[in-house]
C-alpha cells in the first residue's frame, strides 16, 4: 500500500502539472488565491486524455524502477502534450537537456507559460521520449513496433485511444506483434485506453461488454487484462497488478524463444484500461456532466461565460491535488511522489531510443562499381529490358548490415520481378503463431510486407526514428495513400532539426515502383501525385528523384540511403532500366541534379560549353525512364529532318534542382538556370507525372519564356505503350512537335518538316 500511496501523489503531481499549463501563467503553486490575471487568455489543450495517460505514465515507471526495463512510451491518443511535459519535468529530462528548467518554483512557472505559445496540445520532437506526434491518429501501433524491430531488449508500451482504435491503420496494425521475433526483437505492450468518448460522440468500443472485448482481443492474438473502474485507489491496484502480469508475460515469451522445445508462440499481452474521460476533473459544471463526458474535450467553451464562477471553479480543481503533499515552498518535487521514478539513464523521457539519432551507426555500403553497367560509346544499345542491378545492390546491403537495415514493402517486392533477387538471401517476416526457428536459421527475414500503405510508412518512421535505416518500396499508383503522413512526418522532421539535443535520423526513402507508363499494369485510375505534394513540403526536406537510367538510379540510390534528416522518394519504371550512363557517370549526374548530354544533343562543338554566349536553338529536357527514352528518340527524328537545327538535350534527376533556392535550398541559382535553359530559347519538358507539377516546380521563372510540358494527362490507352503515350501526347512524335511550334520561324522547311513527323506517327514506331 505504502507503493500505491507514492504512485497515487505522483500521479497527482503529473495531473496538476498538466492542468497548470492548460490554465496557469502566474502563481505557479496556488500560493495565493486565483485571480484573472494568473490565467492565460487562451485555452490550448482538452483535459480528456490527460489524467489517463499520467496514470499509465506513473505505473510504468513503478515497473521500470522494479525490474530495470528498458522501456519506451508511444502515445496515441490526441491533446496529449501537456500529460507528457509534465512527466518529463518531473524526471528530470527537461533539466537535463534544458538547464533553465531546473526544478524549482520558477521553472514550473516557465512550464506553464511556454505551454501553448511555445508548445502545442499534441506530441512534437521538442518533448523528450517522444517518436509520434499527434493529432492525426492512427500511427501509434505500428511506430511502436518499428521501434523494438531488431531492438531485442525493448519494450514499447503503446497507448491506443479509443477514438483512435476506428482509424484504418489502426484496425490494421493490430496484427503488428505477430511480425516480432522475440529471438531479435523487443516487444510491445498495447495499452488500449477506453475512456469512451471521441470529440463528441462514443466510441465504437465503449458500446462492447467486457466479455465481447475480451473474445475480440484474444481473437486478434491477445492476452487482454480489463482494468476498469473510477476509484482512484482501485484502479491504482488494478493497474499495478495487470502491469506485472503483462511484464511476467513479456518475459516468459522472451524465454520461450530460446527453448526450442516451444513450437507455439504465447499471446502478446494487451491491458484494456477503462477510466472516465476527464479524470479527477469536476463531476458538474452548471448542473452538467464533466467528468465521464465529451464535454471534457471542451474546455474552450466551458470557460468563456461567468467568469466568477469559473475562477472559484477551476481554483477548486486545482487544489484538489494537495499542491503542498507534491511540492515543497521552493516548487522541488517531494520525496514521496518522487519515490518512483527511475534512474536517468531508464526513463522514459530519458529513452535513448526516442532520440535514435544517438544510436545510429552508418550504413554499409557495397561499391557501386560491382554492379554497373557497360555502356556503347554511340549509347545506340542501352541494354534496356532486363532486371535492375539495383536488386543485387540491394541485396548486398541487407547481407552486409545485419539488424541495421531493413525493407518494407505494401506487397510490391515480386509484383516487380526486377527486385526478385533479394530473396535468395532474405525471406518475408511471418506472422505465425509458430516458432520455425529452422527456417530463419537458414535465412534471416530482413522485408516486412504487409498491404496497408499507411502502416508501412508508420513502421519505417519507428524504425528510423529510433536509429536504423530502412527502404519503403511501394507502387506509385498507391503512393497517393501517404501523402497526409509524408506531410506529418516532414514536420517533424524539420522542427526537430531546429531542436540541440535531438539527433540526425537516416533519411526516410520510397522506392516508388511506376507502372504509369505501362499499359499492362497501368489504370485509367492511376494518380501519380506524390510529387506535387512533396513539392510543397517545407524548404529542404523532401527530395524528388526520376532516374532515367540504370547507373545513375544507383548512384542516387547510395545518396539516399547515406542522407540523414530528409525524405527522399525514387520513382523507378517497373520492367526495364536503359542503360544510358555508367555508374562513373551517374554518380556525377545523380551529383549534380540535371546535366547536359551532349553526346545526345546536336549543338556544335563550340555550343557545347553552357558558358558560350550562342546558344541552341531548342532545349528539350526530360525528367524520368520513359520522358526520356521518347526525348532522345524525339531528338533523333528532329535530326533526321532538320539537321541543321541545333538541339540541346538535358536530363533532369534531382527535380528541386528546378525550384528557386528560396524553396529548395538544392535548387539552381538563376545565372546557371539560365546557362542551362537560356531565357531567349524555347524549351520543351518531358516529365514522368502530371505536367502541372513542372509549372509549381518553376514556378517565376516561367515568366517570359517559350515553354512546353508533356506529361501525364490522367488519359489511358490499354492497347499499347505507344497508345498510351500518344493519348497523354508524351510520345515522341509529340514531343517533336511541341518543339517545332515553339520555333519561332515560319517557312516551307518548317511546314515539311511538321508533316513529316504526322506521317511518321501515323506509321507508328
Known sequence: MEQLRGMRLHWRAANYLALGQIFLRGNPLMREALTLDHLKDEV???????????????????????????????VGPGHGCAALIGNAY??????????????????????????????????????????????????SLAHAVGAVFDNKDLIACCIIGDGEAETATLSASWHLPAYLNPLTDGAVLPVVHLNQYKIAARSSLSYLSNARLTSLFTGLGYKPYIVEGADP????????????????????????????????????????????????????????????????????????????????????????????????????????????????????????????????????LPPLEEYGVETDADREDPASERHLPLAFYLREIIALNGLNFRLFSSDCNNSALFLAPIFSITQ?????????????????????????????????????????????????????????????????????????????????????????????????????????????QRSGVTNLFFPADAGTLLAVTENCLKATNCINSIVVDAHSQDGWLTVGQGRKHAAAGLSIWSWAGSEKEEKEKVESASGPDLVLCSVGAIPTREMLQAVKILRGILPQLSIRVVNVVWLNKLQSPEFHPAGLEADRFDQIFPPDVPAVFAYHGYLTEIYTVLGERLEGRRLKVKGYRGCYADSSLQNHLIANELDRFHLALAALDLIDRNDGQLASAKDSIKSLMIEGF
Request: include cysteine.
Open 428 to 536: 518475408r517476416v511471418s506472422p505465425t503463431d509458430e516458432i520455425d526457428r529452422e527456417r530463419l536459421d537458414e535465412k534471416p527475414a530482413r522485408v516486412v510486407e504487409i498491404l496497408s500503405q499507411t502502416v508501412c510508412q508508420a513502421l519505417l518512421e519507428g524504425y528510423l526514428l529510433s536509429g536504423r535505416h530502412g527502404l519503403y518500396i511501394c507502387s506509385e499508383q498507391h503512393s497517393n495513400l501517404v501523402v497526409s503522413m509524408l506531410g506529418r512526418y516532414a514536420n517533424w522532421i524539420s522542427r526537430a532539426a531546429e531542436i540541440d539535443w535531438r539527433k540526425e535520423v537516416s533519411s526516410f526513402n520510397y522506392l516508388q515502383i511506376s507502372t504509369l507508363w505501362s499499359p499492362k499494369l497501368a489504370q485509367a485510375s492511376c494518380t501519380p501525385g506524390f510529387a506535387a505534394a512533396a513539392i510543397e
Open 233 to 364: 485507489e482501485l484502479v491504482h491496484m488494478l493497474l499495478a497488478g495487470a502491469m506485472d502480469q503483462a511484464a511476467d508475460d513479456i518475459e516468459a515469451i522472451r524465454r520461450e524463444a530460446s527453448d526450442r522445445e516451444v513450437k507455439v508462440r504465447s499471446l502478446c499481452p494487451i491491458i484494456l484500461l477503462k477510466t472516465p474521460k476527464g479524470w479527477t476533473g469536476p463531476k458538474l459544471i452548471s448542473g452538467e456532466p464533466f467528468e465521464g463526458s465529451a464535454t471534457a474535450l471542451k474546455l474552450q467553451r466551458l470557460f468563456m461565460a461567468d467568469v466568477d464562477f469559473y475562477l472559484k471553479l477551476l481554483e477548486r480543481w486545482l487544489h484538489s491535488y494537495t499542491i503542498k503533499s507534491l511540492f515543497d515552498s521552493a516548487g522541488h518535487l517531494l520525496p514521496e511522489p518522487a519515490a518512483w521514478i527511475p534512474e536517468e539513464k531508464l526513463t522514459l523521457s530519458g529513452c535513448p531510443h526516442a532520440n535514435g539519432g544517438l544510436l545510429r551507426e552508418e550504413l554499409k
Open 90 to 139: 518531473l524526471d528530470g529530462s527537461y533539466s537535463r537537456l534544458d538547464p533553465p528548467f531546473k526544478q524549482g518554483r520558477d521553472s514550473i512557472e516557465r512550464l506553464f507559460c511556454r505551454f501553448g505559445y511555445q508548445t502545442f496540445a499534441h506530441d512534437v520532437p521538442a518533448i523528450p521520449g517522444t517518436i509520434q506526434s499527434g493529432y492525426e491518429l492512427g500511427y
Open 44 to 74: 490550448f489543450s482538452c483535459w480528456g486524455t490527460i489524467p489517463g495517460i499520467n496514470l499509465i505514465y506513473t505505473h510504468l515507471n513503478r515497473l521500470i524502477k522494479q525490474r530495470s526495463l528498458q522501456m519506451m512510451l508511444v
